[in-house]
């Protein structure tokens, strides 16, 4: 289990950016695949981006070209740099985390990070 803390979520107008962030308490973060996912009220949890530990990287079609994930790890952390939000962007945003061996199951969540896009 590995503990991880997002921040950055916020409310925005569409159109507009935010950055979210997650740190992750941990000493073995290169062996970590890291994930946003993202949920809305009555939907499952859908993954927006997944990062390896080299660095390759996946999204979902609905975020191709506007947002990107990184991994900086002399931080232990990610970013989702969201950019041209949209409203039905707005959703509760997970980071998610798994060591590499028991990829694509999740083994961590962080508690979640509000983003709210306005029209």
């Known amino acids: 289990q590995v503990e991880l803390s997002e921040s950055g979520g916020g409310s925005v107008q569409a159109g507009g950016s935010l950055r979210l962030s997650c740190a992750a308490l941990v000493s073995t973060f290169s062996n970590l695949v890291m994930s946003w996912y993202r949920q809305t009220p009555g939907h499952q949890r859908e993954l927006v981006a997944m990062i390896t530990s080299g660095g390759s990287t996946q999204y979902a079609d609905s975020v191709k070209g506007r947002f990107t994930i990184s991994r900086d790890h002399a931080k232990n952390t990610i970013y989702l740099q969201m950019n041209s939000l949209k409203p039905e962007d707005t959703a509760l945003y997970y980071c998610?985390?798994?060591?590499?061996?028991?990829?694509?199951?999740?083994?961590?969540w962080g508690q979640g990070t509000q983003v709210t896009v306005s029209a």
């Open positions: 998610a985390a798994t060591p590499l061996t028991e990829y694509p199951q999740i083994t961590s």
